[in-house]
């Protein structure tokens, strides 16, 4: 079966086996439980605290947690992503067996917070990091035969970006590859290019 907050795909088991996990708890607590997964999508951070309060009822260990915590950021994020209704919403959970009592709380606080979360889904979404230069060296490696026949060439590049959330800081990564490797990146990298100058 086929749910829209999941892409017009069938839902991932890991998120099946959650849902029955969040099962577990109050309505009155889930409802809470989505509020601070709400509040950590617009404000960036979680208050664990609170979180382990709200789970201690349905003595759910620290995996349990973090799955809850997982799920319930899954399900929100993709229903803003997907645009999805609420009423929409709340019968897919039900489909997937979370009670109407848990589905109408969560729908209920997505209802009102999707447009912020949207807005905070359209901040950060195509943020690209920033290249700012290529290391390179190539290294010929002499076979041992007497001939000194000279084997295939190994290409040492080291790409220096700035990542979007580390404050200018320069990062770096390195691979090494060899010449059918590298034809296939530049092969890669011209076929993006196309793309991107194909959406201008």
Excluded at 145 to 162: A, G, I, M, R, W
Aim: charged fraction near 30%.
């Amino acid at each position: 079966m086929k749910f829209k907050f999941c892409g017009d795909l069938d839902c991932p088991d890991w998120v099946l086996a959650e849902i029955t996990n969040l099962s577990k708890m109050s309505s009155v607590k889930m409802k809470l439980l989505i509020t601070q997964v709400i509040k950590c999508m617009l404000e960036g951070e979680l208050n664990y605290d609170k979180v382990y309060k709200l789970t201690a009822d349905a003595k759910f260990d620290l995996s349990d947690i973090k799955g809850s915590i997982a799920t319930s950021h899954f399900i929100l994020c993709n229903a803003a992503k997907y645009n999805m209704e609420s009423d929409a919403l709340c019968n897919e959970l039900q489909q997937l067996g979370l009670p109407k009592e848990h589905a109408t709380g969560l729908c209920r606080a997505y209802h009102d917070n999707v447009e912020k979360l949207r807005q905070v889904l359209q901040d950060t979404s195509l943020r690209l990091s920033k290249f700012k230069s290529c290391d390179w060296r190539v290294d010929y490696v002499m076979s041992s035969s007497v001939q000194q026949q000279v084997d295939q060439p190994e290409f040492h590049l080291k790409l220096n970006y700035t990542a979007t959330d580390s404050n200018d800081e320069v990062k770096s990564a390195a691979f090494t590859t060899d010449r059918e490797g590298l034809r296939e990146l530049i092969r890669e990298l011209k076929e993006a290019r196309k793309v991107m100058e194909s959406l201008h």
